[in-house]
């Protein structure tokens, strides 16, 4: 009875490979596949991410998560943004996602998920689609992560900033004028200027 049992803990694990780590109970054939994924959950072979949603707590050690599924309309942001780019040498602590500020969403603490509460106006603009990792996700473009970077300077670090800053500007692909069009927007335009007065002299 036991070698069926462990049988069908590895079909329930292999299932979840299969799905790239995340799997929904959409995706589940039939109640005693579902009661099996429930004891996969209490054994901790499993992580329930949101309802109806789980994982194989190894994919949350990829390099990027379903977070489409996971934080619908979420956004990849700041850390993991600035490693996407290769801007930053700095290893993201968490996976960085941002929504908007009124909403509210429940992260199990299993998860390394940081949530970010923009306004709605700063989810406008700077905003791209990429497959990373096998995933299509939201994350925000080159220009924008520079000016986050800059945006959340005192949080991150003047050193870090300043990485990101004079790393961008060795990039070929930079857009000078779509920065100064961000830094406006998100209210950094003087701090921004004075960042490339100093990086350009």
């Known amino acids: 009875m036991y070698p069926d049992f462990a049988a069908q803990m590895a079909n329930i694990a292999e299932?979840?490979?299969q799905q790239g780590g995340v799997i929904s109970t959409t995706e589940i054939k039939d109640k005693a596949e579902y009661a099996r994924l429930r004891r996969a959950e209490q054994r901790g072979d499993v992580v329930r991410l949101r309802h109806?949603?789980?994982a194989e707590p190894g994919a949350m050690l990829n390099t990027m998560i379903d977070v489409e599924r996971i934080v619908p309309t979420g956004v990849v942001c700041l850390y993991n943004a600035w490693m996407?780019?290769?801007?930053?040498t700095t290893v993201p602590p968490a996976f960085c996602i941002a929504i908007d500020a009124k909403r509210k969403v429940k992260i199990p603490e299993k998860l390394p998920i940081n949530i970010y509460y923009w306004k709605a106006d700063y989810l406008t603009f700077g905003i791209v689609?990429?497959?990373i990792s096998g995933y299509t996700v939201r994350i925000t473009?080159?220009?924008r992560s520079v000016c986050d970077a800059v945006k959340y300077r005192?949080?991150?670090g003047l050193?870090?900033?300043a990485e990101i800053f004079r790393t961008y500007l060795r990039k070929n692909e930079r857009s000078l004028?779509?920065?100064l069009e961000y830094s406006k927007r998100l209210r950094i335009e003087k701090v921004v200027k004075s960042y490339l007065e100093i990086a350009l002299e």
């Open 84 to 88: 996407y780019y290769q801007i930053c």
């Open 52 to 54: 109806g949603v789980y």
């Open 15 to 17: 299932k979840i490979e």
């Open 159 to 161: 050193d870090l900033c």
């Open 141 to 143: 473009d080159l220009e």
């Open 177 to 179: 004028s779509r920065l």
């Open 154 to 156: 005192n949080k991150i």
């Open 129 to 131: 689609q990429q497959e």
